[in-house]
């Protein structure tokens, strides 16, 4: 299973920017999906996840400014970020767990990260 992210970029503060995450490969099944993100010389930390009943979770950090949602059909993931700050300044990476097959349950995987830069 491959995580491809997009989206990121360059913002002002206060600005907003939408990341958009696509699960591919042969997959029944995807249990939860969700963004982390890892600032420099910090560990990573999460962002918000949402389950694939529609329970969504999110960091303290975020809450009431980004938004998680999911398209189950499309095995696809996005994060409306809104009112950024620097300190949202971070490599976001999308994640996926309990990614199931049609034979067997597969560990955890990561996207590779895309650049969130919120500029003072």
């Known amino acids: 299973v491959q995580l491809q992210a997009s989206g990121g970029g360059l913002v002002q503060a206060g600005g907003s920017l939408r990341l958009f995450c696509a699960a591919s490969?042969?997959?029944?099944?995807?249990?939860?999906m969700g963004w982390y993100r890892q600032a420099p010389g910090k560990q990573r930390e999460l962002v918000a996840t949402?389950?694939?009943?529609?329970?969504?979770i999110y960091g303290d950090s975020v809450k009431g400014r980004f938004t998680i949602a999911r398209d189950i059909a499309r095995n696809t993931v996005s994060l409306q970020m809104n009112s950024l700050k620097p300190e949202d300044t971070a490599v976001y990476y999308c994640?996926?767990?309990?990614?199931?097959?049609?034979?067997?349950?597969?560990?955890?995987?990561w996207g590779q990260g895309t650049q969130v830069t919120v500029s003072s």
């Open positions: 994640h996926a767990g309990g990614i199931r097959t049609m034979s067997q349950l597969l560990f955890p995987s």
């Open positions: 490969g042969s997959i029944s099944r995807i249990d939860v």
């Open positions: 949402v389950t694939s009943g529609g329970m969504t």
